[in-house]
């Protein structure tokens, strides 16, 4: 049976914050695949396969050097997720663009696992992130989920914001349908996807938000070559159809559960295992049955 390395960041916990991951791995290894965790670059372990699931925006050049050793790597060419790098939406100060805009971190989920893994390390950063976190929004690097401002006008967003490179300033451009607000998600590992379309009465769909999910069979082409552009082969991509264009709000590589219990999702999480096939040699791929 195929031997996987999951390698994380260091210091990080693969089970504290309930990532898809860990669950589809718990799958894999029911079937007899070997799965080990590395924390962070550490002496070669053979393997027939590496998971990079780092969860920072950027992955550390020492991360991505260990990876490097193994003949294949899950999401290998996906080192940086930050908004700069994935959005088509973003709008720079003085362009010519009418409508509302929201306001956003550059980093992933509002920079916090940046915070939690480097914000304690000395008593000068947590100073300065207590200052920063009582300031104004547009003076802050980072903030709590849900907090996007969305403003009528790119003329309407504050000077301090364009001066923040670790903000960004996106066009506002979500899905409607009557009344709700709409988020579709779609989920992939390899070959293997699952597709989902959820509404809100939130301007910003939050999972804590929804009050109606359902299924939606048809990934979008645009999306898929989105995908094949960013270098994903596994993760989860927050998008809307607005107009008729596919427009990407998210792209994340290491998706977690959030408040939601593993056996809500098992039947998508059972789903998503059997991709590991779609990287594995012919003699190593798992019999599912």
């Not at 509302?100 to 939690?116: A, D």
Request: glycine fraction near 6%; charge should be positive; charged fraction near 25%.
């Amino acid at each position: 049976m195929p031997h996987i390395v999951i390698l994380i960041a260091r210091d990080a916990s693969f089970e504290k914050w309930k990532y898809f991951l860990d669950e589809i791995a718990k799958v894999w290894a029911q079937q007899g695949v070997r799965v080990t965790v590395q924390r962070g670059p550490g002496p070669f372990i053979e393997a027939d396969l590496a998971v990079l699931h780092v969860d920072l925006t950027i992955v550390p050049a020492d991360h991505m050097a260990f990876l490097a050793r193994y003949p294949r790597v899950i999401n290998g060419a996906v080192s940086d997720i930050s908004k700069r790098r994935i959005s088509r939406q973003i709008v720079e100060r003085g362009e010519a663009y009418e409508g509302p805009v929201i306001e956003k971190t550059n980093w992933n989920s509002g920079s916090w696992r940046e915070r939690e893994r480097f914000g304690g390390r000395n008593r000068w950063r947590r100073l300065i992130d207590g200052i920063r976190g009582q300031l104004p929004w547009p003076y802050r690097a980072s903030i709590a989920t849900g907090e996007y401002p969305i403003l009528p006008s790119i003329q309407q967003v504050p000077w301090m914001v364009w001066k923040n490179r670790d903000l960004v300033v996106e066009r506002y451009l979500c899905e409607r349908q009557q009344e709700f607000f709409c988020l579709r998600t779609w989920m992939f590992l390899g070959d293997q996807e699952t597709n989902s379309l959820s509404f809100s009465h939130q301007p910003v769909v939050k999972l804590e938000s929804v009050v109606r999910r359902e299924v939606v069979p048809l990934v979008p082409p645009e999306l898929r070559e989105l995908r094949r552009q960013l270098g994903f082969d596994f993760g989860k991509f927050d998008y809307g159809i607005v107009d008729g264009r596919v427009v990407l709000y998210d792209a994340n590589r290491t998706p977690t559960l959030g408040p939601m219990k593993p056996e809500q999702f098992l039947p998508r999480i059972r789903l998503l295992a059997r991709g590991l096939n779609a990287f594995l040699p012919a003699e190593k791929a798992v019999c599912w049955g």
